[in-house]
């Protein structure tokens, strides 16, 4: 399929001009002012823009500031007749990737635009196949996590998917809605994937005793939420702080901790627990409760829904868990 450019300029000649140079390779939109890019992008995003920056009502570093502020991250080259240091530095400040001096040659202008086409490919092949492997290890560490423990079977992909619901409905609900305003929330999900992977570190006679835990064992099960912690960091300083990374830390670290401050490692309160720990503590108690156990048998879906909905102000936050109420049968 054709890149698509749009090319933006109030000059009927430099339209036609960028047209006939780019039409033969590329599917070319031409639009005379920035105010139809903007009606135009509701219904068709371009690969690339072509921008003039001496344009009436909108000029180009006005409409450049927009698309930054709607976060559409598109390539931007601006057309201009005068360049100097000044524009030149707040174009690239900007994100601009290019100026092209008007009046261009239009193989000078195919030239460039086919070169910025080419490294965005291979940026984004390359973006691609990083993503393809950072999400194979995630996948990986989290299901050998997972197999060192007979009742866990399953417990990843459900606890994500009842996640997923339980953000989407808290946004529908406004429920946090400031303190989440920023999050990446499908970053979210993908880094709970990661919440167990303390228990690596747990003899796995223990995980799997059919009977009551031992005080001590009991002690040793708790340490898994800080060597998640621990191996997350180390993860961090080779790998560097990506936000699911750091998401991920927070849900190992923090999703055994109680709204009354009876949970652990910490002890935490209300609050102070960081909100990724409290609304992962919610899917994990429930999936726990409507799953076998060694020690004892799922129990239903709507006995565990009153246990959580008991358990607001108490164990969970209770406007987490008034959301959970509210959509536990969508679980």
Known sequence: MRKTIFVVDDNDTNLAAANDALKDEYRVITLPSAARMFEMMEKLMPDLILLDIEMPEMDGFEALHRLKESRKDIPVIFLTSVIDAEVEAMGFQLGVIDFITKPFSEPVLLNRVNNHIKIDDIIRE?????????????????????????????????????????????????????????????????????????????????????????????????????????????????????????????????????????????????????????????????????????????????????????EAGKHFDPLIAGVFCEVCNQL
């Not at 990986?140 to 007979?150: F, I, P, Q, Y």
Request: hydrophobic residues 40%; glycine residues 8%; charged residues 30%.
């Open 126 to 310: 390359r973006t691609e196949q990083l993503l393809r492997l950072k999400n194979g290890i995630v996948f990986t560490m989290a299901d050998l996590v997972e197999s060192r423990e007979s009742c866990a079977k399953g417990h990843i992909e459900r606890t994500t998917s009842y996640l997923q619901v339980i953000i989407e409905a808290m946004g529908s609900f406004g429920v946090y809605a400031q303190e989440m305003k920023e999050w990446d929330k499908e970053t979210f999900v993908f880094s709970a994937r990661l919440h167990d992977v303390g228990k690596i570190c747990v003899p796995s006679s223990i995980l799997n005793k059919k009977g009551s835990l031992t005080e001590s064992e009991f002690e040793d099960i708790k340490e898994h939420t800080s060597e998640g912690e621990r191996i997350i960091d180390r993860i961090i300083i080779q790998a560097g702080d990506e936000a699911f990374l750091h998401s991920a830390k927070l849900v190992a670290g923090f999703h055994h901790e109680r709204w009354d401050g009876k949970g652990y490692p910490y002890g935490l309160r209300e609050a102070a627990i960081p909100l990724e720990g409290r609304i992962f503590a919610i899917v994990d108690v429930y999936d726990a409760l409507v799953s076998d156990r060694p020690y004892r048998k799922a129990i239903a879906h709507d006995r565990a829904a009153e246990i959580i909905k008991s």
